[in-house]
Each structure stands twice: as C-alpha cells, then as structure tokens.
C-alpha cells in the first residue's frame, strides 16, 4: 500500500504559503521526512558561491604550479585547499542544479 505523503506519482505540493509565521500543516511527527527548504536562499547561497570557489580553485592551483621549494605555504597545502575549493564548487553546483530543477517542477505544478 502506498502512502499518500511519500509517493512519487503524487503532485507536488505548492509553495505559496509560507512555513516561517506558524506551521502549515499540524504536527505529525514525520518532519523528517516531509520537512521543506528555502529554495530561494539556497538558489542565492548556491549563486554566489559557485563562482567563488571556482576562482578559489583557480587561484590556489595556479599559485601551487608557480610555488618553488622553499616558499611559504608549499606546494602541498596550496593543492589541498585547491581541491577543497573544487570540492565545494562541484556540491554548489550541483545543489544549484537541484534547486532550479525542484523550483521548475513546482512552477509547472502550479498551472
């Protein structure tokens, strides 16, 4: 038997109502499962920090391939953090991927 909250064949709910004044539906104990995200601010966060950690990935392995032996950060730590920049630059991405793909079901939900 299916249930009604977590099918994927149901449509999705809309957006509209705000859950921040009060809660929209009562309280059934599967918060978890039925929770919500604020598309929006993580469309922004995910916005404004790819582009950022895209350039921190650039900038630490170009100054990690120009870095001698004797300089100060090494080369070692200069690829670490190049890696972790393009690390966070690849879960941005594809969180913005995520976001816009749930935003447009939700728009064409609405029609």
Known sequence: MRDPRTDPTRAPVSRARSGTI????????TEPVTARSPLRLRLLLAAVFLPLFLAGTALFGVWAA???????PGRGPL????VV???LALTALVDLRVVLRRLRRERGAAR
Do not use: N
Request: hydrophobic share 30%; charged share 25%.
């Open 66 to 72: 120009g870095s001698d032996a004797g300089d100060s």
């Open 79 to 82: 690829i670490l953090l190049a």
């Open 22 to 29: 009060g809660r929209r539906f009562p309280r059934t104990g």
């Open 85 to 87: 920049c393009g690390v």
